[in-house]
């Protein structure tokens, strides 16, 4: 292959990259605007700025245009998640980080949340699953595998029960607090970081034990010292 003919095809596929990322923005801003049902592919191209016809050499129909529109939102929303959390902090600290971000993120695109309830029920299949979400959901499940992990918490804590009031109570609290014209309450979070207390492994005794022993240990020492002196005086 020649080099210009390489070029040629590099060149060719950042144009077809260009433009699907131009269909996504337009897709992604029709459907936040009008909602679903009021989104057709037609408008998606005008806002693109390419013939409809164009546009279903990309995508088939507006469900499956939608799956993906709802697929990148939370492929980023996993990758800002993976930075938010500090895998070195104590676990309690990464969940409170995740659910910082959470809140905020969904607070900030709260039209998003409506969109992924469309697309998980498109064809019909009302327990169809976005890969992408559950690869969101799995930052969650990793902060709690690193705490049992660490003996921070019990193995006896119920995952996906935590995992459904976990994510739940924070988009209720996101719905919420837009109503109200709230930006971001960290109330919400703190009252949510309750419900891990009764698994947290309290490790204080354990260190205190430590302490106490090395405590001791000094002091059996420092008698036996004395007693070696004691001996050392005594009349041969």
Not at 44 to 65: F, M, P, S, V
Not at 172 to 178: D, G, K, N, Q, V
Request: with cysteine.
């Amino acid at each position: 292959m020649s080099a210009s003919s390489s070029h040629s095809k590099h060149t060719q596929r950042e144009r077809l990259e260009a433009k699907e990322q131009s269909i996504l923005k337009a897709a992604t801003e029709a459907f936040s605007a009008l909602g679903v049902d009021g989104t057709t592919m037609a408008e998606i191209a005008r806002r693109a700025h390419i013939a409809e016809g164009t546009l279903y050499l990309y995508h088939k129909n507006k469900q499956d245009l939608l799956a993906v529109v709802v697929g990148n939102f939370w492929a980023e929303l996993t990758t800002g998640a993976l930075t938010a959390v500090d895998a070195s902090l104590p676990v309690t600290e990464q969940l409170k980080q995740l659910a910082t971000y959470h809140l905020t993120a969904l607070i900030q695109q709260f039209d998003m949340v409506g969109l992924t309830y469309r697309a998980r029920l498109r064809h019909g299949e009302p327990e169809y699953q976005l890969p992408k979400i559950r690869e969101y959901v799995r930052v969650f499940d990793q902060i709690i595998e690193r705490g049992t992990n660490r003996k921070e918490l019990s193995e006896a804590l119920p995952l996906w029960q935590c995992r459904d009031v976990f994510y739940g109570a924070l988009e209720y609290s996101a719905r919420t607090l837009l109503l109200r014209e709230v930006q971001f309450d960290s109330s919400v979070v703190d009252q949510l970081l309750v419900m891990f207390h009764p698994y947290k492994i309290d490790q204080t005794p354990a260190v205190f034990a430590e302490k106490k022993d090395t405590s001791v240990s000094n002091r059996l020492a420092k008698i036996e010292a004395q007693l070696a002196v004691l001996v050392e005086r005594e009349p041969k």
